[in-house]
Every structure is written in C-alpha cells, then in structure tokens.
C-alpha cells in the first residue's frame, strides 16, 4: 500500500499550527531542517512540505491525496479539490477597502480597477453581483496599490485590521469570504479504498483535536436530590456517566462540557449543590 501524500503549508501562518494540529492527532511532522519531504512511516503518511498557495493546485491535480490550506487559497485555485473538513485556525475575512470618501459600497466598484491576490475569487464574487470591474494581480501584499494609483480599491484577507489602517484604508460591504484553514481532498482519493480509509482516519483523528479544543471533562460530586438539576447543566455529548459513591445520597459525575462555559458551569453546579468540581483538559478523543 502506497503512503498518504500529505501537502502542508511550508512557512506562513497556517504552518505551525497545522503542525501542531498533527502531532496531537499522533502523527510525526517534525521537520529537524529544510527537509520538503517527511516520512511517518508508523501512519503510512509522507508529508510535502509546500508553498501555500500551491498546495491545493498539487491536490486538486491528483499529484497528492490531502492537504490543509486557506479556504481562500482553495477557491482562488479554481482546481477539483474539495474542502472535506475545517480546522478551526488561521480565521480571516476577506474584503473590499479603500481609501476612506472614496468607494464606500460594492455598486461603487462598477468599472474601477480592484488590485488582489485572488483574482479568481474575487472575479467570481463580482460576476456573482454583476459588477463589471478591471482586476490588477499582486503577489503579495497589496495595501499600497490605492496609494501608488495602481487600483482604485483592494480585495485581499483581513485579519486585524491594523494593516489596512496603517495603509490608510477601511473596509467596505459584506464579507466576500469567511476563510481558515480546511483540510481539503483531490477527486482521486475516492477511487483508491485505501487512501479512502486512510483519509477516513485522519479526519477522525482530526475531529477529536477539534473536540478536545472546545471541551473539558468536568468531574463532581453531587447529591441524589440535586443531581436532575446539575445535569441540567451538563448534558454531555450522550448524557453524563453517574457512579455511586461510598457516601449514601451522593454520586460521581462526570460530563464534557465547553470549555468557553466551564466557568459559569462549575459556579452553577456549586449553586445547586454540587462539590469536588475539578476540570481536566483533553489531548484527544474519540466521539
């Protein structure tokens, strides 16, 4: 059986924490250089170390089976791969912007010159809208273009903001795209069953970080009469597991819960009775 070809982002923000995200789904990344190729022969997986923006070209190509990149990145492509999971990192928006009493509304945009990165998406997003408009491509950073007179306006990702307002500009209209990372699938994946069940795995190993991102094992001791009322606030993923305790009226429980919510939770179970209410962090799961 043939590893899993593997594309991950080789520098940029997505890098280390797509890393990160596969070591604690048990696989080896580690890169001890430069190295494009990394081998985990223990998962079956070779791992290609690769420009961003190309990785869903490689994919989508059939060259390689999965990789994680932007979702903007991914539809700038234009190529066959398919988004096939979030991952929950490298949030950004993209938008219009330009100079502030200049255009200040999409209709605006009707014959001006947009400078971008993405022509692609954005080109589709302005048929979408049926605004006809003149595209200038940039590789890389485009703030500048209003300034200089190469564009009247930009589309490009926002992530702060601070960028945008250092070069003078502000955002305009709805959110072309709500982007992160996504883990993404070529077409060629489902006419192999083992790469199929390889990347069936990996999802699953995936999900489980996410889920373990977002919750907490929450462990209490609650009394008998109290105990309908404090899962009330716990409901869990299935439903909380109940263990009797040596203490005649009380049981042990113990329930997932959101991590974001623990706080106002445990004060809440305290309320109702509750106590021994200690939080533990998950590395993985399986739900």
Known sequence: MAPLRFALPNKGSLSAPAAQMLVEAGYRVHRSGRELIVADPSNDVQFFFLRPRDIAVYVGEGSLDVGITGRDLLLDSTVSAKEILPLGFGRASFFYASKPGGISDLPGLEGKRIATSYPNLVDGHLSELGIKAHLVRLDGAVETAVELGVADAIADVVETGITLK?????????????????????????????????????????????????????????????????????????????????????????SLVPRDEAPHVMDELWRVGARAILVSSLDTCRI
């Open 166 to 254: 250092t070069s003078g500009l502000e955002t305009f209209g709805k959110p072309i795209l709500k982007s992160e990372a996504v883990l993404i699938e070529g077409d060629s994946v489902a006419d192999t069953p083992e790469a199929a069940h390889a990347v069936e795995i990996l999802k699953r190993r995936l999900q489980g970080v996410l889920i373990a991102r977002r919750y907490v094992i929450l462990d209490f001791d609650c009394p008998v009469v109290a105990q309908d009322e404090a899962f009330k606030l716990v409901p869990g993923i299935e439903s909380p597991t109940v263990s009797p305790l040596a203490r005649e009226g009380w049981v042990a429980v113990r």
